[in-house]
């Protein structure tokens, strides 16, 4: 577990950044692809208030809880969402909210190592920082692995906390940015102070073990750096 100070603050010796909801709007692809998911499958189709739900969670947790889905069904409709993620590429979850390109280029050329910590695949995450160009603005891209063993987003932390450290990251004054409850809860976990941005798929409610919660990149630059 890392150690957190009583009042964490900069300067951070690393980043931990989710995807979805904090830096790119991948709402509308993930919603697109559930819909067709569950069409395939035969299934009705919820409302998009109810699909966003989806997004930030494990995707597998989503199939279950979501959907009312079990065991076998969900990793059957996992496959047909993953099918349909390979099959167009990385453009539609390659939306990006305004502002937070410059910031990680900016946080990078300003030497503080960076690191991404996100449900979604592993290969489909590295396929979409290679789209925005920011594949090597990290130290390591950390997501849920093929087979959903490690999708939890504490469990997704840890694997990135081991590659940091094999990396020779300083890992003493982390900080973790985050829209969702997830995030809160898996930074929790290891001790990490998170951010919460507002402009993600979270409500207020699950803002609850945030050091700050920020609506604007503006906002956010001003914490990290």
Known sequence: MTNSAVSPQKPWSCILFDLDGTITDSAPGIIGRLSRTLVALGRPVPL??????????????????????NE?????????????????????????????????RFLNKAGIPLAITTSKSEVQVHRILEHLGLDTAFVTITGASEDETRSAKADVIAEALTRLREAGVDLTNLVLVGDRIHDMEGAAEH???????????????????????????????????
């Open 48 to 69: 998009p208030a109810e699909l966003v739900k989806f997004v930030g969670p494990p995707i597998l947790e989503g199939f279950r809880i979501v959907a009312g889905m």
């Open 191 to 225: 001790g990490i102070p998170p951010i919460m941005v507002e402009w993600g798929y979270g409500s207020p409610a699950e803002a609850a073990g945030a050091i700050a919660v920020v609506h604007s990149v503006d906002q956010l630059r001003a914490l990290l750096v």
């Open 72 to 104: 076998a069904e969900a990793l059957e409709a996992l496959g047909i969402y993953r099918g349909l993620a390979a099959s167009e590429g990385p453009a539609a979850d390659a939306v990006t909210f305004p502002g937070m390109v410059g910031l990680v």
